[in-house]
């Protein structure tokens, strides 16, 4: 009987040793879990925490547009208007502020104003086929996903 004790026990001991295997591997993949799923929320809350300050930093280059047009906007704004492909314009958009000059650079075009540009033109061709937007807005907007990453690159660098 002593033999059938001992083979008891030792049963007893491997279902425990497997018992505590199986605890042990099934804590350690509950711990992968919650780690892979923390480590998820932590790569969602950067990248709406980026976007975000890629936001703000997009409304602070906006914001100082009007800062363009302090010193040179003269020529910055001929040139504008010399960079447009040869057309008859028929009406040309531009801020309130530019209609002097927008008045010598076209002067058989109608011109309409829009608080909403803060420097450069839109121009409409005669027949309405060809629109061109030439403004310090569609400028920032089209280059601001080609400065995005350099700027963020020094905020970050300026973080502790």
Known sequence: MSGSRFDVSSRIAGIQVEHA???????????????????????????LSERALADRLYGLARASLPALRNVGYRDMFTSFAQELPRFIWKTIRVNP??????????????ILFDKAITGGLEVLSAGGEVRVVNTFEKRLESM???????IMKEVMEQCP
Do not use: C, I
């Not at 605890?23 to 990248?47: F, I, K, P």
């Not at 601001?144 to 350099?150: D, H, K, N």
């Open 21 to 47: 295997a199986k605890r042990s591997a099934a804590a350690a993949a509950h711990a992968a879990q919650y780690l892979a799923e923390a480590n998820g929320t932590v790569r969602q809350n950067r990248l």
């Open 97 to 110: 502020a530019d209609e002097a000059l927008a008045r010598e650079q076209f002067p058989d075009a109608e």
């Open 144 to 150: 601001w996903e080609e400065m995005l990453p350099e």
